[in-house]
């Protein structure tokens, strides 16, 4: 099994759908998020703060570098993932990446409450998702085999979405 590796905005859906696909396949599933908060002894959003987002990504290198070598199954990676280059070749080189495309309007409208998130604890919470999709969708495409748009249908219809377009790849047996 290889991995399949979801990027995407923070907020698309990676970890949610992520573990409906893992269960879906029968295959073990890991948030980079969590690997590396266990790493860090602290949420991302405290060393965020503490240490800034360079020392961050410094981390989360490190820890797609690992995830991708060693995790066999499907990977969510957190939303930034896609910024280092060597993240996006890792994932491009050893995973069947799936970019879970979402617009910033339909993030907002799924994250406008949630005040876990530290890139979205800014005044105007759109516009940050905007300029964010701005700047990373041409970087989710450039490591991504696979587009799935998000909109609006459910989870279980997206992990049929993936599941599809993998086995039409060859990349999973057909069921």
């Known amino acids: 099994m290889t991995v399949i590796a979801l990027v995407g905005l923070p ?3 990676k970890s949610t759908v992520g573990r409906q696909l893992a269960r879906r396949l029968a295959v073990p599933f890991v948030d980079s998020d969590h690997v590396i908060e ?3 002894g602290c949420s991302i959003r405290e060393y965020f703060d503490r ?3 360079a020392r961050f990504r410094d981390v989360e290198e490190a820890a797609i570098d690992d995830l991708s070598r ?3 199954g499907v990977l969510a990676t957190g939303g930034g993932a896609v910024l280092r280059p060597a993240n996006r070749e890792h994932l491009r080189a050893r995973c069947q990446v799936v970019y879970l495309r979402s617009t910033p309007e339909e993030v907002f409208r799924r ?3 949630d005040v876990s998130r530290p890139l979205l604890q800014v005044e105007d919470p759109l516009t940050r998702l905007r300029d964010l999709f701005a700047a990373r969708d041409p970087l ?3 490591a991504a085999q696979f587009v799935i748009e998000t909109g609006r249908p459910s989870v279980a219809t997206l992990v049929n979405m993936i599941t599809m ?3 039409l790849a060859g990349v999973l047996p057909p069921h």
């Open 38 to 40: 266990e790493r860090l």
């Open 70 to 72: 060693e995790h066999r």
């Open 51 to 53: 240490e800034g987002e």
């Open 165 to 167: 377009q993998l086995e």
């Open 140 to 142: 989710y495409r450039d």
């Open 11 to 13: 907020g698309s859906g």
């Open 111 to 113: 994250l406008r409450h």
